[in-house]
């Protein structure tokens, strides 16, 4: 149970409620009941509604008028979309990361890859949360909040679609290598280059499953 008296309750019955829809316990296109909900983590309804503004702002919930609150029912029209913004987030970013990275976090982010580098059986799991470090990394390494922000919306969206890889390890390790040579050289254009097509192809790659279906 939630403690009544904590100053940052709402913040509590939030990452409480984000647990419950990115585990599934809160299933997409299911209604969610204030007070049922209330009642099985302990709050007031108060709290509650503040948390629900939260969320659908993230939009993992969605208000349909009249008839109440409902977990986001994602498709893959939508992950098109997010992707989108994705790459105006990442290219932004390591535009500005490129121009102020240490010696040391460039070694750090180049250590993420070395796992798989001359490996001819990547475990597809193991890149996967690589992958993720890396992009993650350069996003917090612009040390820009609204980027940051903006990030944290799309994560939580793509966890909800419970999202894997896009493109197979064979493809993308090269392309990850060469933006960390640009990040290197200093060269700001040539990863934001690089960057942008390597979402670009993850994007085509989402098309094209839509048009397969």
Partial sequence: MLQKNDKDLVHQVYLKLKEMILSGDLKPGEKVYQEKIAEKIGVSRTPLVKAFLVLEQE??????????????????????????????????????????????????????????????????????????????????????????????????????YKLGLIREPSQTLSEHLIILSAIEMGDASLAEEYMRNHIRKSIERIKLSIVRN
């Fill in 59 to 160: 939009m993992l919930l969605q208000s349909k008028p009249h008839r109440g609150m409902y977990v986001s029912n994602i498709s893959v029209y939508d992950l098109l979309e997010a992707f989108e913004c994705r790459q105006g987030i990442e290219t932004t970013a390591i535009r500005i990361v490129t121009g102020r990275i240490t010696s040391e976090e460039l070694e750090d982010l180049k250590s993420i890859f070395n796992p798989f580098l001359n490996s001819n059986n990547i475990n597809n799991e193991d890149y996967l949360l690589a992958d993720s470090a890396f992009h993650h990394q350069i996003i917090k390494l612009s040390n820009n909040k609204y980027l940051i922000k903006m990030n944290q919306i799309y994560d939580s969206f793509t966890q909800t």
